[in-house]
Structures are given as structure tokens and as C-alpha cells.
């Protein structure tokens, strides 16, 4: 079929979800944009702008905002999820009695099911048991909401099992500003996306306790590394978490000024308590929770995640940094490959 007439739905209007919407209405697609608030869905009929989440955005009248969930998955061929993750569960339960037979749905949503260990694809595939694994993917990589609302060039990868739905949700997508590669790599995506939220922390950390640029680049290096022996472990290639769900996504998260979560980290470095931290954010920082689930994980496979382990420490314990920097740079001495190969 012609791309243009694919019927699309967007399940989640915060900053991410709405710079999307926005970034498929502005390529010509109408959709149905499912907001959970009442106050985001008249923002955006009254004043088409979300200024709750994203403001200072124009979005075009092709982004149809709705509180209507049977409105915005009913009949599509693709419905994009970009709801915090610990929502996932609930949203995808309330809207499977709508959901059409042959519906794509993709993942936007990056973290970790605290209490189940699931990713966002295997969440969706369990609720919604009667679409095909194959019909999940996910959108993931480098990409600030708001400059991807402002149009400034993005690159990020598509994945899914089956390449005619990969190469679908890349169509989909691409546009001139925002560039989608494919891979079949699902689980690499989605924990790549999930734990450099994690370092992230630790690396706002490090700015906030003003330690310089070592630190920083140590754990973004070793960060990797800690992604890659969780990924394995999960089934995940290796070299999806060297690409754009992984190391780019990396990169960006923890130097960017941008981000949530480096921004929680900078917080604690600065010596702020996280409850404090959290009840000032009206948006989610995805990290903060997936911390509980990459550390519950690594226990339960007996995989050795230290950057990790410390944020849990630091978030959770009530470690002062200053020690979980002394235990970091205090562990035996080892092979730099040690776990990973």
C-alpha cells in the first residue's frame, strides 16, 4: 500500500511521544494522538501546542489529540507506544479490546519492567497475545525530543523480527531530518535504550561532584561493556549495542544537558536527595526506576554490573557517591575484556 495511507495512532503525549507525533503529522500523516491527561488534550485542541511537555511547539493540525484509547488504536495499521515503562503493562491492557488484527505495534518506550525483568516488545507480546511476535518493533537511538521537534537532524534504528515490518516502521519514519536505519536485533534495541539511562545517572553524577572529563568518559567506555555482558547474557548481538540503540544512545544521554537522567545524576552529585529530585520532575526519568531492574537482574543471572550497582547503592542504600567512586576505583585488578568475551 501507498505509505502515505498507513493509519497510525501515538499511545502517549509527553515530550517523546509528542515530538514524534508531531515529526509523522508534519511528513502528512493524520493520527489519532492518545493523551492521559485531560489538560494535554485540550492544550493541544485549543492552543495546538502540548505545553505541559513540549512547549513552544507548533504541532500541526494533522496530530488529532484524543483521551479516547479506542479512538487511537481502533483500525490502524500502526500504533507507535510511548508510555513511561512501569505504564506499559496497564495501557497495553486497557487498550487490546481495540486493537485490529495485523496492527504493527512499536515501542518508543525505554526501560526495564521493574517487577518482571520484561522488555517493553515481550510486555506488549504477553497483553496482546493474538497479534504475532513479528508485528512488535521498536524506534530507538540518539534522539532528544525536542530536537527532533525542531527538525534537527537525528539518526535512530528500527527494530523487528520480521524484515518486511522493520523496513515498514522505516518508511513509516524517515523523513528528511530524520533518518531510520533497520536491524532484527529486538532485545539488543530495547536494553541498550534501557541501561545507558543508568550510566547516565552515574555520569551526571561525576559533573555534579565536578570530577572532570576522565570519570566521564571511564563510565561511558565501561558503561558499554556493562551493556554488553547484560545484553548477551539476554540473547542481544554485540554489535547492536556498537550502533545506535547503544552506543549512541549512550553518548548522548550522558553528555547531554538534555537529558533526564544525566540530570537526576547531576542532582545527587550536588548532593540533593532523589524524593526531592523526583517530586520537582513532572517528566519521568526512566533511569531511576530501570536502576532497580538492571540491579535485581544482574543478581538473579549472576552477571557483574559495577557502574550499575553503585547507582542502585547511590539511589536506593543511601551510598554517598564519594564511596561508590572509592569501591569503583578500589576493584581488583582485571583484563579490560574480562566478562565480555
Known amino acids: 500500500m501507498d505509505i502515505m495511507n498507513t493509519k497510525i495512532g501515538v499511545v502517549g503525549a509527553g515530550a517523546w511521544g509528542t515530538a514524534l507525533a508531531k515529526l509523522l503529522a508534519d511528513k502528512g500523516f493524520t493520527l489519532d494522538h492518545w493523551a492521559f491527561e485531560t489538560?494535554?488534550?485540550?492544550?493541544?485542541?485549543?492552543?495546538?501546542?502540548?505545553?505541559?511537555?513540549?512547549?513552544?511547539?507548533?504541532?500541526?493540525?494533522?496530530?488529532?489529540?484524543?483521551?479516547?484509547?479506542?479512538?487511537?488504536?481502533?483500525?490502524?495499521?500502526?500504533?507507535?507506544?510511548?508510555?513511561?515503562?512501569?505504564?506499559?503493562?496497564?495501557?497495553?491492557?486497557?487498550?487490546?479490546?481495540?486493537?485490529?488484527?495485523?496492527?504493527?505495534?512499536?515501542?518508543?518506550?525505554?526501560?526495564?519492567?521493574?517487577?518482571?525483568?520484561?522488555?517493553?516488545?515481550?510486555?506488549?507480546?504477553?497483553?496482546?497475545?493474538?497479534?504475532?511476535?513479528?508485528?512488535?518493533?521498536?524506534?530507538?537511538?540518539?534522539?532528544?525530543?525536542?530536537?527532533?521537534?525542531?527538525?534537527?537532524?537525528?539518526?535512530?534504528?528500527?527494530?523487528?523480527?520480521?524484515?518486511?515490518?522493520?523496513?515498514?516502521?522505516?518508511?513509516?519514519?524517515?523523513?528528511?531530518?530524520?533518518?531510520?536505519?533497520?536491524?532484527?536485533?529486538?532485545?539488543?534495541?530495547?536494553?541498550?535504550?534501557?541501561?545507558?539511562?543508568?550510566?547516565?545517572?552515574?555520569?551526571?553524577?561525576?559533573?555534579?561532584?565536578?570530577?572532570?572529563?576522565?570519570?566521564?568518559?571511564?563510565?561511558?567506555?565501561?558503561?558499554?561493556?556493562?551493556?554488553?555482558?547484560?545484553?548477551?547474557?539476554?540473547?542481544?548481538?554485540?554489535?547492536?549495542?556498537s550502533g545506535l540503540a547503544g552506543v549512541g544512545d549512550l553518548l548522548l544521554t550522558c553528555t547531554g544537558f538534555l537529558s533526564r537522567n544525566y540530570t537526576v545524576g547531576k542532582q545527587i552529585g550536588q548532593g540533593k536527595c532523589l524524593d526531592d529530585i523526583i517530586s520537582e520532575m513532572r517528566m519521568v526519568a526512566e533511569g531511576v526506576k530501570t536502576t532497580r531492574s538492571v540491579y535485581n537482574m544482574s543478581k538473579k543471572l549472576n552477571v557483574d554490573l559495577p557502574i550499575c550497582a553503585e547507582v542502585y547503592s547511590v539511589l536506593f542504600e543511601n551510598s554517598p557517591v564519594e564511596r561508590s567512586v572509592e569501591r569503583l576505583m578500589g576493584r581488583s585488578l582485571k583484563h579490560e575484556l574480562a566478562g565480555v568475551i
Not at 41 to 64: A, C, D, Q, W, Y
Not at 71 to 89: E, T, W
Open 39 to 241: 489538560e494535554v488534550k485540550e492544550e493541544i485542541t485549543l492552543h495546538r501546542e502540548n505545553r505541559s511537555f513540549l512547549p513552544g511547539f507548533s504541532l500541526p493540525p494533522g496530530l488529532v489529540p484524543t483521551n479516547d484509547i479506542e479512538k487511537a488504536v481502533s483500525g490502524k495499521d500502526l500504533v507507535l507506544m510511548v508510555v513511561p515503562s512501569h505504564c506499559m503493562r496497564a495501557v497495553a491492557t486497557q487498550m487490546k479490546p481495540f486493537v485490529s488484527p495485523g496492527t504493527v505495534i512499536v515501542s518508543a518506550s525505554k526501560g526495564i519492567e521493574n517487577k518482571t525483568h520484561m522488555i517493553m516488545t515481550d510486555i506488549l507480546s504477553e497483553i496482546i497475545d493474538f497479534l504475532p511476535d513479528h508485528n512488535f518493533g521498536v524506534l530507538s537511538g540518539p534522539s532528544f525530543a525536542k530536537e527532533v521537534a525542531a527538525g534537527i537532524p537525528t539518526v535512530v534504528a528500527a527494530a523487528a523480527l520480521k524484515n518486511e515490518v522493520a523496513k515498514f516502521i522505516q518508511k513509516v519514519f524517515s523523513s528528511p531530518n530524520f533518518r531510520v536505519y533497520v536491524n532484527h536485533d529486538i532485545i539488543g534495541t530495547q536494553i541498550g535504550g534501557a541501561m545507558k539511562n543508568v550510566i547516565a545517572i552515574a555520569a551526571g553524577a561525576c559533573d555534579g561532584m565536578n570530577m572532570g572529563l576522565n570519570p566521564r568518559a571511564a563510565l561511558i567506555t565501561r558503561g558499554l561493556t556493562e551493556m554488553n555482558r547484560l545484553g548477551t547474557r539476554l540473547g542481544a548481538d554485540p554489535l547492536t549495542l
